[in-house]
Nanobody
Framework: EVQLVESGGGLVQPGGSLTLSCAVS????????MGWVRQAPGKEREGVAH???????NYADSVKGRFTISKDTANNTLYLQMDNLKPEDTAVYYC???????????????????WGKGTLVPISS
């Protein structure tokens, strides 16, 4: 069974930066993608970014140029570097994985079948 545990969330001022981590344990296929999905208060979940098994990332337009997804395969950790944060980035951020995991430029997503419990990132002055 795969377990995903997010960390690094916390209050950030607009314009600030934060890095989220996701520790992965258990078996994950070498071909699986990993990604970040977020849910703002009162809104549906939205895809943020994914990184495929070859290390190629893809981002939703809402975060492109500000967020960077990366992974440390040796240490089974996924990261999300978030810069120039905006109040609209306030959300619970979830780490997820799946063989067909994918995040589109509109924030749509599919194919993630294992999820973490999330970490809250409030953006406020």
């Amino acid at each position: 069974e795969v377990q995903l545990v997010e960390s690094g969330g916390g209050l950030v001022q607009p314009g600030g930066s934060l890095t989220l981590s996701c520790a992965v344990s258990g078996y994950i296929s070498s071909g699986a993608s990993m990604g970040w999905v977020r849910q703002a208060p009162g809104k549906e979940r939205e895809g943020v970014a994914h990184i495929d098994s070859d290390g190629i990332p893809n981002y939703a337009d809402s975060v492109k140029g500000r967020f960077t997804i990366s992974k440390d395969t040796a240490n089974n950790t996924l990261y999300l570097q978030m810069d120039n944060l905006k109040p609209e980035d306030t959300a619970v951020y979830y780490c997820a994985t799946g063989l067909l995991g994918w995040v589109g430029y509109k924030g749509d997503y599919y194919g993630f079948n294992s999820w973490g419990k999330g970490t809250l990132v409030p953006i406020s002055s």
